[in-house]
């Protein structure tokens, strides 16, 4: 049996210069090895809107729990399942329980299932609008 060297070299050349782009690629993602978390309330909406980093391919689970008093125990409001994108962001939009008030104090926690420690922020419950016209009413006219 007879291996043609002509053929092998200039095959591995080609196969080289194929797989150096994606080498190069890959190496142009930034390393991300733990969570980072931005939570903001969303305008217009019971929604907390939450942004943030961590490890690529990897699921993550943003939870929004809520303390509405020290004599009730803490509350899950809402669960989701998130995933990082090719550079290794996150972006979710979790929606507020029905039974909430203003004053409410809402934790949102982001894990991973795997061992990278988890993050969380806190904000603070207010109304789902920027004030409107008849919010500003004199009293007097009530």
Do not use: W
Not at 27 to 36: A, D, F, L, M
Not at 70 to 83: A, E, F, G, M, Y
Not at 90 to 105: E, S, V
Request: hydrophobic content about 50%; glycine content about 2%.
């Amino acid at each position: 049996m007879h291996v043609s060297t002509r053929l092998s070299i200039p095959f591995l050349a080609a196969m080289a210069a194929l797989v150096a782009p994606v080498t190069a690629q890959s190496s142009s993602v930034p390393r991300v090895t733990r969570i980072t978390l931005i939570a903001t309330r969303v305008v217009g909406s019971e929604a907390v809107h939450v942004t943030g980093t961590a490890p690529a391919a990897q699921p993550l689970e943003a939870a929004l729990y809520a303390r509405f008093s020290q004599d009730l125990p803490t509350v899950l409001l809402s669960r989701r399942i998130v995933s990082t994108d090719a550079a290794c962001r996150y972006d979710a939009t979790l929606p507020i329980a029905p039974a909430f008030f203003r004053g409410a104090i809402v934790t949102v926690f982001v894990r991973a299932f795997s061992d990278v420690a988890g993050a969380s922020a806190t904000i603070t419950v207010a109304a789902p609008n920027i004030p409107a016209p008849p919010d500003d009413i004199p009293k007097s006219v009530h």
